[in-house]
C-alpha cells in the first residue's frame, strides 16, 4: 500500500502574491483593489512574508529530514481542526448518502415475512456493509489496499487510510489548548448503537481476519441489540449527546469522569474511543419524498420531542430524535430502520476522496455478496489482498479457531452500562437541548437534476462539468443577490507525500462576465457561449494549479501559522519581534476566509447525496455529485432562502442549455433574430422581473 510520493512544494512566494491578488481582485472594486495591491505589494508586507517564507522552507527541510513521509502544510491543518472549540456537529463533519441496495425488498410486506420482522431490511444492510468495512480494514493493516490512482496513472498517497479506523476526537485535558486525535491500530471491535444505548463485540480476530466470515452470521448480533434495546425496562443515558457539545464543555465532563470514584464512566469511553468505527441503528424510516429530512438525519441527526399531552408514547417533552443516537467524535456507519445507509466521519485526519473510496468499495462488496451467495463465478474486490501464499482451508480454519480462543474474543454484544448523578443527568439534559436548538437553525435542500449530467456538458457545451457547474453556482446565486461573494472549492493534492487539499478560488474575472452577460439580454447567445467556455477554461486552470500545489490558501496560511509560533515562541530569541505582515491586517485576507459559499465535488455512482453545514453563519453548504446523466446538489443554510437558491441553480442549468440548443439549431439569419428571445425560464431567474428592471452592470 505505500508508496513513494514528491513531497508537497512550498510554492514561490512572488507566485503565492501574485495568485492571490488574481483570486481577491473579482470580489473587490477598484478602490478596495487598490489598496489591496499596494498593502501585498509594499516592501514592508514582501520584507516580512519573506522572513516567514524563509523559515518555513527551513521547517519543511526539517521536516523532511526527519520524517520523510509528511507535508510543509500536514500539522498547520490538523491544528486548524483539533483547535476549533465549537461543536463537530454541522461545523466539521460531512455526510455520504450511499445508493440504495437493489437487492434488499424495503416494502412493508417483504420486511414483515424477514427473520428479523420490521428490521429485517435494517439488518441485512447494516450486516453487509460492516463485513464490506472490515474487510476493506484487513487490506489497509496487511498493505495490501489497492493503491488510489488519478485515471489509473498518476498515484495518489495513501497516508490517511492508517487514520480511518479506530480514530477518535478526544476533547483537550487539563490545560492542553486543544484537541488531539487517537488512533488505536491494534483495535478488533466495534460499538453499535440504537435508541442511543451502547453495545460492543470483536470483529477482528488478532491476525485482522473477519471474525464473522459473512454478513449472515453478523445479523444476530445487530438484531439482539436491538431487540435489548427496546426491550429494556429504564434505558441508559444517551451518552453520545456528549460529542455534540462545544470541546470545552467536553472536556470538562471527560475530566470529570476520569476523577470518578466509580471507572465504569471512564472504561466506557476509553472502549469508544478506541472502537474501529461506530454503527448507528436509526430507529426510523424514510420514505422517498422525506430526502431533506434523512439528509438532516445523516449529517446532524432529527431532534423530534413529543409535546402533545394527549399523548403517553414516547414520553411527554423528551427527546426521542436520531441526534441521541450518535458519536460524533469518529466514523460512523449509519442504517435507517428502512435500509438507508450513510456514512458520517470526523473530518480531521481524513478527506472526502478517502472516505469516499471506502464508500465505493463497500457497497460495491455488498451488493457483490448478494451475487456470491448465488454463483460463485463473481469477482471479489478484495479478493487478491493476500500476499502471501495461502493455506490450505482446514488449516486456516483451524489456526483462526485457535487464535480466537486465545485471544478471548468477545464475539456476543455486551451492553455499555453508565453511571449517572445529578451532574451528569443535568449535564445530559442541557447537551441535549443544545444540539436541538442548533438543528434547529439549519435547513437542507436536495436538488436532483435529471435533464442531464457530465455527458451532455462535455458533447453539447465542451465544458468540464465541475467547471460548468461552480458557474451555475454564481448564477444563481448572483440572480438572487446581485453581487459575488467568496467561493471555496477544495482540490485534493494527494498526488503529493501526505497531501490535502488547497483552495480552488471559483470565483473569476471571467466567470463574472459570463455571470453577468447570462442576465443580459443585449448579449447575444454566441458570446454567452464564449465567455462560459472562458470561465470554465479559468476554472479549470486553477484547478490544475491547485492540484500540483501551485495554489495560495494553504501557502499563505502556513505563512500565518509560522508568524504565530514565532509570537509565542522563546525558543528563537529574536531580538526584534515581528510585526503581522500587511496582507494579514488588508481587509482582502479577511473577505477570503469569509467562504459564503462552501463547494465540494464528490461523485461517484455509488453515491444517492454528499454534503455538509454552511461554513459561515450567513453562508451555503453545497455538496454536489455529478453523473453522467444527472446532477444532485445538497444545499445547507441557516435559514438563508435555500430553497430558493437550489430552484434557481436548476433554472440556470435549464437557461444554458436552452441558449446552447438554440445556437447549434439556429441558422445564421435565425440566430440574429432570436438572439435576443426572452424565456420563462430567465424570467424565473430574475424572480418575475423583467431584463430591463434588473441592473446587471454593477
Known amino acids: 500500500m505505500p508508496n513513494h510520493l514528491k513531497r508537497l512544494p512550498v510554492p514561490p512566494l512572488q507566485d503565492t502574491l501574485h495568485r492571490y491578488l488574481a483570486r481577491v481582485e473579482p470580489l473587490q472594486d477598484e478602490r478596495q483593489n487598490r489598496r489591496t495591491r499596494r498593502a501585498v505589494l509594499s516592501a514592508e508586507n514582501v520584507d516580512a512574508l519573506n522572513t516567514l517564507h524563509e523559515r518555513l522552507l527551513e521547517y519543511d527541510a526539517r521536516l523532511a529530514a526527519s520524517n520523510p513521509q509528511s507535508s510543509y502544510i500536514e500539522q498547520f491543518w490538523y491544528d486548524a481542526y483539533l483547535l476549533y472549540d465549537a461543536s463537530v456537529v454541522l461545523n466539521v463533519n460531512p455526510y455520504f448518502q450511499l445508493q440504495d441496495d437493489p437487492t434488499i425488498k424495503d416494502t412493508p410486506e417483504t420486511a ?9 431490511v435494517q439488518v441485512r444492510r447494516a450486516a453487509r456493509l460492516t463485513t464490506s468495512i472490515l474487510k476493506f480494514i484487513r487490506q489497509i493493516r496487511r498493505g495490501t489496499l489497492r493503491a488510489d490512482t488519478v485515471r489509473g496513472k498518476v498515484p495518489l498517497s495513501m497516508d490517511q487510510y492508517g487514520r480511518l479506523f479506530g480514530s477518535s476526537r478526544i476533547p483537550p485535558g487539563p490545560g492542553e489548548p486543544s484537541c488531539h486525535l487517537q488512533t488505536d491500530a491494534t483495535s478488533h471491535h466495534v460499538v453499535a448503537m440504537y435508541r442511543g444505548q451502547f453495545y460492543w463485540f470483536d470483529v477482528l480476530d488478532t491476525g485482522n481476519e473477519p471474525i464473522f466470515a459473512t454478513a449472515e452470521q453478523l445479523e444476530w448480533n445487530l438484531y439482539s441489540i436491538i431487540m435489548d434495546a427496546e426491550s429494556g425496562s429504564a434505558a441508559a ?41 461506530v454503527i448507528c441503528l436509526d430507529d426510523v424510516a424514510f420514505a422517498a419524498d422525506q430526502q431533506d ?18 399523548q403517553h408514547q414516547p414520553p411527554l417533552n423528551v427527546q426521542t430524535g436520531t441526534c441521541l443516537n450518535r458519536w460524533y467524535d469518529k466514523l460512523q456507519l449509519i442504517v435507517t430502520k428502512n435500509g438507508k445507509a450513510g456514512i458520517n466521519f470526523e473530518h480531521t485526519g481524513v478527506d472526502g476522496h478517502t472516505v469516499l473510496r471506502l464508500a465505493t468499495d463497500i457497497y460495491t462488496d455488498s451488493i457483490l455478496s448478494f451475487a456470491r451467495g448465488v454463483t460463485k463465478n463473481v469477482v471479489d474486490i478484495f479478493g487478491d489482498e493476500q500476499r502471501e501464499p495461502a493455506a490450505e482451508p482446514a488449516v486456516a480454519a483451524v489456526a483462526a479457531a485457535t487464535a480466537a480462543r486465545a485471544a478471548n474474543l468477545i464475539t456476543i454484544p455486551r451492553k455499555l452500562e453508565w453511571r449517572t448523578d445529578n451532574f451528569l443527568q443535568s449535564s445530559l439534559h442541557f447537551a441535549e437541548t443544545r444540539i436541538s436548538d442548533l438543528i434547529s437553525q439549519y435547513e437542507f435542500v436536495n436538488v436532483d437534476f435529471s435533464q442531464y449530467g457530465a455527458s451532455h456538458v462535455k458533447t453539447l457545451f465542451k465544458c468540464s462539468p465541475d467547471a460548468f457547474v461552480q458557474q451555475v453556482f454564481q448564477v444563481a446565486y448572483f440572480a438572487l443577490y446581485g453581487r459575488f461573494e467568496t467561493v471555496y472549492e477544495p482540490a485534493m493534492t494527494k498526488a503529493f507525500q501526505n497531501g490535502r487539499t488547497e483552495a480552488i478560488r471559483s470565483v473569476t474575472l471571467q466567470s463574472k462576465r459570463f455571470v453577468k452577460s447570462l442576465l443580459d439580454q443585449d448579449v447575444s447567445d454566441a458570446a454567452k457561449i464564449q465567455l462560459l467556455h472562458d470561465a470554465c477554461a479559468a476554472h479549470s486552470q486553477i484547478t490544475k494549479e491547485c492540484s500540483q500545489g501551485l495554489g495560495q490558501d494553504r501557502h499563505l496560511y502556513a505563512l500565518y501559522c ?55 453563519a450567513n453562508g451555503f453548504g453545497i455538496g454536489y455529485i455529478i453523473r453522467d446523466h444527472s446532477i444532485s446538489v445538497v444545499v445547507s443554510s441557516r435559514h438563508r432562502q435555500t430553497a430558493r437558491f437550489a430552484s434557481l441553480m436548476e433554472r440556470t442549468l435549464l437557461e444554458i442549455d436552452r441558449i446552447f440548443k438554440r445556437q447549434l439549431l439556429a441558422t445564421k439569419s435565425a440566430a440574429s433574430a432570436s438572439a435576443h428571445a426572452k424565456s420563462e425560464d430567465m424570467k424565473y431567474l430574475l424572480s418575475g422581473y423583467d431584463y430591463f428592471d434588473v441592473s446587471v452592470s454593477g
Not at 429530512?293 to 394527549?310: A, F, K, Q, V, Y
Open 112 to 120: 414483515a415475512q424477514g427473520p428479523y420482522g420490521a428490521h429485517t
Open 293 to 310: 429530512e434523512l439528509t438532516r438525519s445523516m449529517l446532524c441527526g432529527t431532534s423530534n420531542i413529543n409535546l402533545d399531552p394527549r
Open 237 to 277: 443515558p444517551p451518552f453520545g449527546v456528549f460529542t455534540t457539545e462545544s470541546r470545552r464543555v467536553w472536556s470538562n465532563i471527560r475530566d470529570y469522569v476520569f476523577h470518578a470514584e466509580d471507572c465504569t464512566n471512564w472504561r466506557n469511553l476509553k472502549l469508544i474511543d478506541s472502537a474501529l468505527f
Open 562 to 616: 509560522i508568524w504565530c509560533q514565532m509570537q509565542d515562541s522563546e525558543k528563537l530569541q529574536l531580538k526584534l519581534e515581528l510585526e503581522l505582515p500587511l496582507l494579514f491586517r488588508d481587509k482582502s485576507w479577511a473577505t477570503m476566509q469569509n467562504n459564503v459559499l462552501s463547494t465540494s465535488n464528490c461523485g461517484n455512482p455509488c453515491l444517492k447525496s454528499f454534503g455538509f453545514g454552511p461554513v459561515t
